[in-house]
């Protein structure tokens, strides 16, 4: 059943400002770079990029013979060394093999990419949006743009010799020298509809962790960095959908009221740490998956409801009935919501029973004789509801299908599922139960920015930490469960064997902790058992990092 193009339109970036898709964080982070440099715009660049064959060129050149020493000397080794650790590669091995883009270790990355393979289906859009309504958002995103666009010239956007780098960087950055970037010209009529956040405090602690995690810039290598980085966003991300998950459903089912209590709805997830050794353990942790993941068609559902309302709300709008509102185009979810109240019953009734009865009569006309409308379409038709929501299942029945296999794949991606830094594992293919985990990769990121106190010379320093500390530090802040059960979202009842199981957890836990040689445990105390920072920090120590910095 075909539906027309306005039946069909369900994204909206007054709640998300993803499509739904598979999301590759190396892509994001490149298109996030030309938002930092044009504050939140994206580039219009629309070069077709680098080639293998264009960065060989640059390291093989003679005039760059003292910039990149013996280099010539090994043409294929340096070939290889570029597909392998330089770039972004799609269709790896294949006839079709195409750069997306470098490795996102410098700002002017998104010089080189190539549009068609380098997409972030709205991702960095959407971190840019969030790091932009937080509280400290300015410390956050300059931060950022220090770091990644280090060793160009503000002014001239040409390469600072004086400025130390990587020899990956310094080959980007001379490259973009060369090439240049005439037709690299800022977007801004993306900046016309901006939206805050449904959640401000998921914005005000992404925003706050990247501040922290920026506190290390000049102790960890570069490349080191940018992989907390994309294992820091990708999580925030994750994180941002759970919530929303349950947040929409709730607004939806309140009709907008009471936003402040709707946004204290915390989610809650547990985390198999013994890697499936105690299987009741790794049976929760495939539970607590599984009831997010439940959430998605009542997300769909409200989702649909806010186009949809808006939709409503600009026909109210040239009917002189919503003229008081200051702008429709900015009416927030919680305001569309009240849209389906009483007063305004006879005008959604005969908003929406058109667009039902133009989907009906579409149906008839472009069937065949002997077709007729899908018995599942009649059945909805014949329960009685409202015209809006005879309209909404309409939509679900013909395309929530697809939405929700979009959004699994997306959320998937975020959660980096069975890669470095995953927040989820499935076994067996796309048969296998999903499960929370927590890989070493996106730990270290945690308890690097765990072991951060407020003050000092660099804002934060660094200081010892309890197991117990950390425990409530991840729980409190991420929702992350460990050796507890969730009071929200709960999924079982408390009993002998389940306890048991969160002592094995929590001992798998501390082991994880020993491999990545943050734990320290002189006895069977809590007191005695602590997280040691890997980079000290004081409370009085300047810029200039000493010590470990490779």
């Not at 499509?19 to 298109?31: A, F, G, N, Q």
């Not at 650790?85 to 990355?109: M, Q, S, Y």
């Not at 059960?485 to 009993?495: A, I, R, V, Y």
């Not at 501390?510 to 004081?538: C, H, M, N, W």
Request: proline fraction near 3%; include cysteine; charge should be positive.
């Amino acid at each position: 059943m075909k539906l027309g193009k306005k039946d069909k339109a369900f994204r909206t970036n007054k709640v998300s400002y993803l499509d739904y898709k598979i999301v590759e964080m190396d892509r994001v982070l490149t298109h996030l770079f030309a938002r930092l440099k044009y504050n939140g715009a994206s580039s219009k660049l629309s070069a077709k990029g680098m080639t293998v064959d264009l960065f060989k060129d640059e390291f093989l050149d003679s005039r760059n013979e003292k910039h990149f020493k013996g280099f010539s000397q090994a043409p294929i080794t340096v070939e290889k060394w570029i597909e392998t650790h330089l770039v972004d590669l799609i269709n790896r091995g294949k006839a079709n093999e195409a750069v997306a883009a470098p490795r996102p270790l410098h700002g002017n990355t998104y010089l080189f990419r190539n549009p068609k393979n380098c997409r972030d289906y709205g991702a960095s859009k959407q971190v840019y949006e969030l790091l932009h309504y937080a509280k400290n958002s300015k410390h956050a995103i300059d931060k950022l743009k220090q770091f990644f666009f280090a060793g160009v010239d503000a002014t001239t956007n040409k390469y600072d010799c004086s400025s130390q780098v990587d020899v990956e960087t310094q080959a980007l950055l001379r490259l973009s020298d060369q090439v240049g970037a005439k037709s690299d010209i800022p977007d801004h009529l993306e900046l016309k509809e901006r939206y805050e956040p449904l959640i401000q405090s998921s914005a005000d602690i992404l925003a706050e962790d990247v501040s922290k995690l920026m506190t290390y810039r000049q102790y960890i290598p570069r490349s080191v960095m940018v992989e907390y980085i994309k294992n820091l966003l990708a999580f925030h991300l994750a994180l941002y959908q759970l919530k929303l998950f349950k947040l929409l459903p709730a607004l939806a089912k309140s009709k907008g009221r009471n936003p402040e209590e709707s946004e204290k709805l915390q989610t809650a997830i547990y985390v198999d740490m013994t890697n499936g050794a105690n299987s009741l353990s790794n049976q929760m942790a495939e539970q607590s998956a599984t009831l997010h993941y439940k959430r998605i068609p009542a997300f769909i559902k409200a989702y649909f409801g806010v186009k949809k309302l808006d939709e409503f709300a600009e026909y109210l709008s040239k009917k002189g009935k919503l003229s008081g509102a200051k702008s429709i185009k900015q009416m927030p979810v919680t305001e569309l919501f009240k849209l389906l109240e009483s007063p305004l019953e006879q005008d959604r009734e005969q908003f929406f029973g058109q667009r039902n009865a133009g989907i009906l009569d579409s149906s008839v006309s472009s069937a065949n004789e002997s077709e007729e409308i899908p018995p599942e379409i009649h059945a909805i038709t014949q329960l009685g509801l409202p015209e809006y929501e005879t309209y909404i299942e309409i939509l679900l029945f013909v395309q929530g299908n697809a939405i929700r296999s979009g959004l699994v794949k997306n959320l998937d991606s975020f959660m980096l599922k069975n890669k470095p830094g995953a927040l989820l594992e499935q076994n067996s293919g796309s048969h296998g139960g999903r499960r929370f985990c927590l890989d070493g990769r996106l730990l270290e990121v945690m308890l690097q920015l765990a072991v951060l106190s407020k003050g000092g010379d660099l804002g934060f320093h660094t200081r010892e930490l309890r197991v117990d500390e950390l425990l409530t530090f991840l729980k409190t802040r991420y929702g992350i469960h460990i050796d507890t059960l969730p009071d929200t979202d709960s999924f079982c009842e408390q009993s002998i064997d389940v306890n048991s199981a969160l002592r094995d957890n929590l001992v798998g836990f501390k082991r994880r902790l020993r491999e990545i040689g943050f734990y320290r445990d002189l006895s069977d105390a809590y007191v005695t058992q602590t997280v040691t920072p890997r980079y000290q920090i004081d409370k009085n120590q300047n810029e200039k990092a000493q010590g470990s910095r490779a």
